[in-house]
């Protein structure tokens, strides 16, 4: 059966039928899949059950496997997948919804904000691809920006403003805006700012997006207080009902993203139920921009 592709209303969202994932993918139909997230950007894929090693199988068609140490304060011993997938989901080990005061229940909140994934990595994530094993009932809905509609109705003289610009990139910067402070020394330099160009271009369509995230805390060259407010107006700007695409999710859905060209966040939800969602993470290959400058 061939791939079939169907532009949902939102033009960045194409929603793919005519794949079973559970299935390897043919070297044609990886390269079909890869042109059409260059174009899109997201793509929905329905009635996807598959297990965590087909989902990693499938992701690993677009690239490496992004190391995920870093990217959380769960300790060794503490994970409930033993699968090398990212648990997105709300539960502990125990399979339950996790205490409502968990400290890593309080850090996968910041989730809630919109972001673009590992944009805290000197690397970051070129594509993540989510799957829904268990819907919560109540909310939970995870919306997505396009970043690339939203550079291109900048007016030329914030494109001009913003051209060169660079951001310290940090969990903590995300965490910290929602009131998650406390880290240990260990923690700390994990999640020490990395630096990114606000403005990227895409390695191969050339198109330019915005590259915000909550992870975003300052701006080089400006005061905290004039960055994070030119952060606040872009991403209020980013973030309007036409550039978004609010994904509503039925049990086995796959969304697979591209973090160069969007943003994403999910809603609040139901925490006293289950919501189990597993994202494979495909490596970026490149740096915004070099790291040197870090150290001034
Ligand atoms: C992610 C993420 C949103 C969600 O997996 O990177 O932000 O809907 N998830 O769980
Ligand atoms: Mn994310």
Redesign the pocket.
């Known amino acids: 059966m061939a791939i079939a592709i169907r532009q949902l209303q939102k033009h960045f969202v194409g929603e793919v039928s005519g794949l079973d994932l559970r299935q390897p993918l043919t070297p044609d139909q990886a390269r079909e899949i890869e042109a059409a997230m260059d174009q899109y950007a997201v793509l929905v894929f329905h009635g996807q059950d598959i297990t965590d090693a087909q989902q990693m199988v499938f992701a690993l068609n677009f690239g490496e496997r992004e190391n995920p140490r870093g990217g959380n304060v769960i300790k060794q011993g503490e994970h409930r997948l033993d699968s090398p997938l ?1 648990d ?1 989901s709300n539960l502990g080990k125990d399979g339950k919804p996790l205490p409502r005061e968990h400290r890593t229940h309080l850090f996968n909140l910041g ?1 809630c904000l919109w ?1 673009s ?1 590992s944009s805290f990595r000197p690397v970051p994530a070129k594509f ?1 691809l ?1 799957s829904a094993r268990v819907v919560n009932p109540k909310g ?1 809905n ?1 919306e997505f920006a396009d970043m690339r509609a939203a550079y291109d109705a900048l007016d030329d003289e914030t494109k001009a403003e913003i051209a060169d610009l660079i951001c310290e990139h940090s969990l903590m910067y995300s965490r910290g805006s929602l009131g998650f402070t406390e880290y240990s020394d260990e923690e700390k330099e994990m999640f020490k700012p990395v630096l990114q160009r606000l403005v990227r271009t895409h390695p191969v369509h050339r198109r330019k997006s915005l590259y915000l995230s909550s992870h975003a805390g300052r701006v080089l060259g400006m005061s905290m207080p004039e960055g994070r407010l030119l952060l606040r107006d872009l991403n209020e700007h980013a973030t309007q009902p036409e550039f978004v695409y609010v994904h509503k999710w039925t049990l086995h859905d796959l969304v697979m993203w591209d973090n160069r060209q969007t943003m ?3 809603r609040r939800y139901d925490q006293s139920q289950p ?1 189990d ?1 597993r ?1 494979a993470t495909v490596a970026g290959t490149e740096p915004t921009v070099a790291q040197q400058q870090a150290a001034e």
Request: charged share 25%; proline share 0%; glycine share 6%.
């Open positions: 990212n997105v989730n972001h994934d993540s989510l939970g995870t994403h966040r999910v919501r969602m994202r």
